[in-house]
């Protein structure tokens, strides 16, 4: 099979799955209790609760004008990956409902999963008196399904337009645009339904969520970045050399106080080699000073890149 064709399919069937997590969040945790950590899935809400219009659908509603005004207005270019896991994550969000899964057979019985809410009849996977944990379980599954997508350079479309709508109309920072188009969401969704609590644990389960997301898409960090500052620095930079095979940079610096020029050492080494470096440094200068701190990323030799590329250009 050819190889790009080959990338393609697992990175379609890779986008399907996360895309099955996602739909399992919001159909059986989330929506059931009107608890949406921001996004287009919480204004879906809305129009899920009031018109009783399918949560799959309601985010398509909402989903693809702003894929239209995004051409329209910013010019963004969103792969075709971009639209699948768009309609992928709607369309299961309601193939996978409960009463979906009973009108097909999948499922037998529908009472273990039917409650009454504030009078109103739902279908959720856990009862009323366990809410937060429906908010909590559906904002880890929702978080690991958006980390997948991602990994495999799919998107969901949603927020991300509007942020880039504000930060070319008004220069504000992609963090801050998401925090204030999360926000706007989390308050409508809260006054909608005149609930101060969706207010409270939406912002819990965006924190969860994106948390989860930046887990399943990039990992944990695996790579430590050491400064060290000794009177010993070639002995350390040699060992390093011989024992953890790294390569070493020597950056001149002056102290502060005393005045004095002396070199710090730098290194990037995988985490399970951090217990050999303090060692090494322990044996041959206990009084060297050692800054140990997290990489988010490395390219080059001998690390993998954690950068998670969207576009669909050809990377073969």
Request: charged letters at 20%.
């Amino acid at each position: 099979m050819d190889k790009k064709l080959k990338r393609n399919i697992i990175q379609h069937l890779g986008i399907i799955a996360g895309s099955i997590l996602f739909a399992i969040a919001y159909s059986w945790f989330l929506v059931p209790y009107k608890i949406a950590p921001g996004g287009v899935g919480g204004l879906g809400q809305i129009l899920f609760h009031f018109f009783n219009i399918p949560i799959g659908v309601s985010m398509i509603i909402f989903n693809v004008p702003l894929f239209i005004l995004s051409f329209v207005f910013l010019g963004k270019r969103f792969g075709l990956r971009s639209l699948f896991g768009m309609f992928s994550t709607s369309i299961l969000a309601d193939f996978l409902s409960f009463k979906n899964l009973y009108n097909m057979g999948i499922i037998k019985d529908l009472s273990p999963y039917t409650f009454i809410n504030h009078g109103k009849e739902i279908y959720a996977m856990l009862s009323p008196q366990d809410i937060y944990l429906s908010a909590v379980t559906g904002s880890v599954l929702l978080g690991l399904g958006l980390g997948i997508i991602f990994r495999f350079r799919g998107s969901t479309g949603g927020t991300d337009i509007p942020v880039a709508f504000l930060k070319q109309k008004t220069g504000i920072s992609i963090g801050m645009g998401y925090w204030v188009v999360e926000t706007i969401i989390i308050m409508t969704i809260g006054i909608v339904f005149q609930d101060l609590k969706l207010i409270i644990w939406g912002y819990v389960n965006l924190f969860i969520t994106t948390k989860l997301t930046d887990l399943a898409s990039e990992g944990l960090p695996y790579v430590k970045g050491v400064y060290i500052i000794s009177e010993k620095d070639n002995e350390i930079k040699e060992k390093i050399y011989d024992k953890i095979r790294r390569g070493v940079t020597l950056f001149k610096a002056q102290g502060g106080y005393t005045g004095n020029e002396f070199n710090i050492l730098f290194c990037a080494m995988n985490r399970r080699q951090v217990a050999m470096m303090r060692d090494i440094v322990k044996d041959i200068d206990p009084k060297a000073f050692v800054l140990l701190t997290d990489v988010n990323d490395v390219m080059g030799y001998g690390f993998r890149s954690r950068n998670i590329e969207l576009t669909d250009k050809d990377t073969s």
